[in-house]
């Protein structure tokens, strides 16, 4: 979907993935520590990630935003989506989510900028519910969806792993950092 939403935080601006982003996005999705988190974790190939993008842009139900770090350079250092909106009920699941710049992990940058993407789904988008997937062996992410305000509501096995289902749902106020 095309769209022309800015989210802003403290630290961080997103925005909508362009074509010129498409390269980067595709080393952050193939790289092993990043992958390995996704239900389908095979290579991605450029001809593959053109498809992606293209069929994003003629879907009216996904919103992909490139997390771009406001301090330094202002570069792209992640990528967060609300996608599957569905305006009937008002819900959406929330994903593609990765830090993939390493050097700005574990600074507290993906709870900033989920937290406003949640936010924002509920406030602009007038979502009462979003829900996602996450293994249940990424505690890193478990932590920070619990941080927000999202409960488990389910678990089943992929592969042998256990992907936990979690929902948040709307509250007048959100989480702080």
């Known amino acids: 979907m095309k769209h022309q939403f800015v989210i802003c935080t403290d630290r961080c601006r997103l925005r909508q993935v362009q074509p ?17 988190w996704f239900v389908n974790r095979s290579t991605i190939s450029p001809q593959q990630q053109i498809i992606w993008y293209n069929n994003y842009l003629n879907n009216d139900n996904d919103m992909i935003f490139i997390i771009e770090e ?12 609300l996608y599957n909106i569905n305006p009937e009920s008002n819900t959406a699941e929330f994903g593609r989510f990765m830090i993939g710049d390493f050097n700005y992990r574990g600074k507290g940058l993906g709870f900033e900028c989920a937290n406003a993407v949640c936010a924002f789904g509920f406030g602009e988008l ?32 992929i592969d042998n792993k256990a992907l936990l289902t979690m929902v948040l749902e709307y509250k007048s106020e959100i989480a702080e950092s």
């Open 20 to 36: 010129d982003d498409l390269s980067q996005v595709l080393s952050w999705r193939n790289d092993d520590r990043i992958k390995k």
């Open 70 to 81: 406001k301090s330094n350079t202002g570069s792209p250092i992640g990528l967060i989506s």
């Open 126 to 157: 007038g979502l009462r519910e979003i829900h996602l997937d996450v293994f249940e062996d990424n505690t890193s992410a478990v932590g920070v969806y619990k941080k927000i305000g999202f409960t488990i509501t389910g678990k089943r096995l």
